[in-house]
């Protein structure tokens, strides 16, 4: 049962397990929140849960003893402290503007029914980015998972069986759990989907920072992705799920880290350097998902046949020679070609491309709209012949 009541926002404290990496940056978005709310009110309640529902040390503890009901005074005002489960955005953005209560929903939850509410919550209000719900799903996954049996062992001894419960026998079924809660099937491809997110949330964070959204980096991973040559604004990832660029991404590095030597070459370093060296300002993400596979193909085949002392100068070849290329296909093709928003990588368009930059430098003109008119003309000529038209 969910009840409703004024909580003081000094009784109010960020779910663990809430899904936003971080709740308030200050950018644009949460300064039009704030204002919204000064000047109009909140206009949704933020939806929280007693402390005491969660089952991790918050070094906090509640007024009150945990009941059925919500024990609140005459003008819905509440005692306890709770725990956000989603709202923390505008749980900040009205202390920002100075409000000292907030009108709350209190439901009870444990940690997995909190961690799907803040899931479902956040997408639903503002898009969240690829690395947050892998990492969210990611949380969940660790709280449904089956445990080792040293894990189990461990948890016995020290007296924690309630970590216990909650938990499927086997991962397969831990994985069709989340694809049906998540996407509402369990077919193989939702698995995958799945699968791939917590791939991405295993990545170390300098790489994990790819797939977030720009305001939401900080400062450190700004300056790691710059000295990459990645333009910290830049965000890889649909944020839905479907994103192939993650799942690249985390086979370029599976790839690497399995046959580079770390003594010679991080794999972490050299997945940021394929990035900053292979991405253009221009490129779509489906042409830098093709460019990382295609790469993370070649790379692999060179290491295949050096030496493990020898797979940095592989690796930077490899690299260097499929840098080069891209970019004679972009600087060359990219600034003329007709159809922006075709895939420039893909055989057709790559053919047809060169061919329209060829008719403009053949027929001396300069723009496309010209070019397109001559043939356009040419063509309806050809079919009036044709046709006998008159």
Known sequence: MIQQAEVPVQDLIVDPFQSRDKAWTGDDLDRRLADSIKDDGMMHDILVRPIDDVDVDLGVTSTTETSDTVDA???????????????????????????????????????????????????????????????????????VRP???????????????????????????ALEYIAERFYGRTDNNAIELVQGHLRTAKLPPEIQALFKDSDERSITERDALENYGIDSRTTLGSGEGKSGTSREVVALHDTLE??????????????????????FDAMSEQELRRSLREFRQEVS???????????????????????ETLRELHEEVEPQRPFKKI???????????RWHVQAMRDRGVSSHSELVRELYMERLEVLADNRGWS
């Open 73 to 143: 005074d005459s003008d819905g005002n509440t005692d306890d402290k709770y725990a956000i489960i989603a709202g923390s955005r505008r749980y900040h953005a009205a202390i920002e503007v100075g409000q000292e209560t907030v009108s709350c929903k209190i439901l009870s939850a444990n940690d997995i029914e909190a961690a799907w509410r803040s899931l479902s919550e956040n997408t639903e209000r503002r898009d969240l980015s690829e690395q947050e719900i892998a990492s969210q799903l990611n949380l969940i996954y660790e709280l």
């Open 301 to 323: 085949t060179a290491l295949d046949s050096t030496s493990p002392e020898s797979g940095q100068q592989a690796f930077r070849e490899t690299l260097q020679e499929h840098t």
């Open 147 to 173: 445990l080792s049996d040293t894990e189990q062992q461990a948890d016995t001894e020290n007296g924690d069986l309630d970590l216990q419960q909650d938990r499927f026998d086997s991962e397969e079924e």
């Open 343 to 353: 895939d420039l990588l893909g055989p057709d368009t790559q053919r047809h491309s």
């Open 258 to 279: 399995e046959q580079l030597d770390g003594d010679s070459l991080d794999a972490t370093e050299a997945v940021l350097d394929a990035v900053g060296s292979l991405r």
